[in-house]
C-alpha cells in the first residue's frame, strides 16, 4: 500500500467504525425506545437518527458524487427542532433511508483515489479552493465523522 | 502543499478544531458547573474533563512520543467511574493539565513527517504491525478526535 493509501485509509476505517458503533446502539432500540429522549427536554433519539440521515444524505451533492436520495428529511431533521410538527416518517423508514445513505456513501468512498479525496467540495468556489486546499472531500468526511461521534455520545444516554 | 501532507493536515485541522470547540463549552462553565451531570445520574462535566485529559496524557507512550504529564489521572479518570471517591484534583488544576497536554501533542503533531503519522504505535507489535499498517499514529490520532466529539455532544446537554 503506498502512504498516500495508507493516509486515505484511516479517514475511510474512522467513517466506517464510528457509523457501525452507531448501528449497534440503533439495532439494540426499539421504535418506542427511540421516542426516548438523550436527556430531559433535549431530542428524541428518532431525531437524532433523522438528523443524521439528513445530514449524510447531504453529503453526495456537498461531495459532488451523486442526487441526494432524501431531501425531504431536510426540513423535519435540520431545518427545524425535535417536535416542531408530528413525526414525518415512520421509524421503520428512517431506519432504513439510514442504512440506504450509507451504504451508498460508503460504496463510492471505498473506491476514491488520492485525488478524489483532495478533490474540492462543492460548497466553496475554485478561487477559494486554490488559496485553501484543505476544503477538500476528506476534511468534509472527517468532519462528519465527529459528527457522527458527537451525536452518538448523547445517543447512549437514553434511557 | 504535497498531496501526502494535505492527507495528514485535515486529520491535524480536525484534531485542533475539535479540541478547540469543547476549550470553548469549557471556558463557558464555572469551576462551580462543571459539578453539573451531563444527565440524571450520569457524568459529571469535571469527570469528563478528567477523562479526557487522562485518556490524552496516555497518548505520548501510546504514540511514543515521550514521557506522560500526569499518570495520576488514571485512577481517577479512567480505571474508576465518576463519584467513586472523592474528588483528587482542584477544577482548576484539571483545567491547566488539559491545555498542558494538548498544547504539547498539538506542537508535537504540528512537526509531524508523513513518516511520523504513519510509524506504528506502540500498543501494537512489529509482527502485527507488518501484516496491518493501518495500527499507525493517524489513526490514534483520529480516534482520539472522534472520543473528545463523543464526550463534546454529553457535555453540551449539562444545565
Same mark, same amino acid.
Given at each position: 500500500?503506498?502512504?498516500?493509501?495508507?493516509?486515505?485509509?484511516?479517514?475511510?476505517?474512522?467513517?466506517?467504525?464510528?457509523?457501525?458503533?452507531?448501528?449497534?446502539?440503533?439495532?439494540?432500540?426499539?421504535?418506542?425506545?427511540?421516542?426516548?429522549?438523550?436527556?430531559? #427536554?433535549?431530542?428524541?433519539?428518532?431525531?437524532?437518527?433523522?438528523?443524521?440521515?439528513?445530514?449524510?444524505?447531504?453529503?453526495?451533492?456537498?461531495?459532488? *458524487?451523486?442526487?441526494?436520495?432524501?431531501?425531504?428529511?431536510?426540513?423535519?431533521?435540520?431545518?427545524?427542532?425535535?417536535?416542531?410538527?408530528?413525526?414525518?416518517?415512520?421509524?421503520?423508514?428512517?431506519?432504513?433511508?439510514?442504512?440506504?445513505?450509507?451504504?451508498?456513501?460508503?460504496?463510492?468512498?471505498?473506491?476514491?483515489?488520492?485525488?478524489?479525496?483532495?478533490?474540492?467540495?462543492?460548497?466553496?468556489?475554485?478561487?477559494?479552493?486554490?488559496?485553501?486546499?484543505?476544503?477538500?472531500?476528506?476534511?468534509?468526511? *472527517?468532519?462528519?465523522?465527529?459528527?457522527?461521534?458527537?451525536?452518538?455520545?448523547? #445517543?447512549?444516554?437514553?434511557?
Amino acid at each position: 500500500m503506498t502512504n498516500e493509501e495508507l493516509l486515505t485509509l484511516a479517514t475511510f476505517q474512522s467513517w466506517k467504525q464510528v457509523i457501525s458503533r452507531f448501528d449497534k446502539g440503533l439495532a439494540a432500540r426499539s421504535d418506542e425506545q427511540l421516542q426516548m429522549q438523550v436527556a430531559p #427536554a433535549r431530542n428524541r433519539l428518532y431525531y437524532l437518527l433523522g438528523h443524521l440521515t439528513a445530514v449524510h444524505d447531504r453529503m453526495f451533492t456537498l461531495l459532488g *458524487i451523486g442526487e441526494r436520495l432524501h431531501p425531504e428529511l431536510d426540513e423535519p431533521f435540520i431545518t427545524n427542532p425535535d417536535r416542531a410538527g408530528s413525526d414525518p416518517v415512520p421509524p421503520s423508514d428512517l431506519r432504513k433511508a439510514w442504512a440506504e445513505v450509507n451504504d451508498k456513501l460508503t460504496a463510492l468512498f471505498e473506491n476514491f483515489t488520492t485525488a478524489d479525496w483532495l478533490h474540492k467540495h462543492s460548497a466553496v468556489s475554485d478561487e477559494e479552493f486554490a488559496s485553501d486546499p484543505t476544503r477538500n472531500r476528506l476534511s468534509v468526511v *472527517i468532519n462528519r465523522t465527529n459528527h457522527v461521534s458527537f451525536h452518538s455520545g448523547q #445517543a447512549v444516554l437514553a434511557k
